[in-house]
């Protein structure tokens, strides 16, 4: 009788206590499955109904820039309006020949002046007559050079 009631040591209330706790491990598993078997049909039902709205509010908007869209302006027919267009204005032949007559002076190259010319006509929006380019001193930035090495001298021990 003793032997009916342990198998390898165990009583029979151990045994249906570890039956017990597998069955209710096996049924929790089980719940588990079927709440991420339903969580992930949801969510590719909310990816789905995503994209379908990403898509419509695309072609929604090629529609509309379409619509929107200006008719491409007709192409100048004649050639002499094109090379009329890049002759130089007077204003700009003034600025040009200031600014060589000053570079002959102070050793600035052409190309040089009609870079500032084109950088300063970028910057202001319209034409300006350039009347002087001067070379900039270089002793002031020096000395301020000088003064910001000289404070950075480190200490020896």
């Known amino acids: 009788m003793n032997a009916l009631h342990t198998l390898a040591g165990l009583t029979t209330g151990d045994v249906v206590y570890q039956v017990t706790g597998m069955c209710v491990v096996f049924c929790c598993l089980g719940f588990l499955s ?3 078997e339903i969580s992930g049909a949801v969510a590719q039902r909310m990816d789905a109904k995503r994209k379908e709205q ?3 509010a695309k072609a929604a908007l090629a529609a509309q820039q379409q619509a929107a869209a200006p008719k491409p302006a007709p192409k100048p027919a004649a050639p002499a ?3 009329a267009a890049t002759e130089p204005t ?3 032949v003034a600025a040009l020949a200031a600014g060589i007559f000053n570079a002959a ?3 600035i190259t052409p190309e040089v002046i009609a870079a500032i010319a ?3 006509k970028v910057t202001v929006g319209h ?3 350039i009347l ?3 070379p900039v001193s270089t002793t002031y930035a020096q000395s301020g050079r000088a003064s910001i090495m000289s404070s950075h001298v480190p200490v020896r021990r």
């Open 34 to 36: 079927i709440i991420l």
């Open 54 to 56: 990403e898509a419509a």
């Open 81 to 83: 309006a094109a090379s």
């Open 90 to 92: 007077p204003v700009q």
């Open 105 to 107: 002076r102070s050793n």
């Open 118 to 120: 084109a950088a300063v």
């Open 127 to 129: 034409d300006v007559r």
């Open 132 to 134: 002087d380019i001067k």
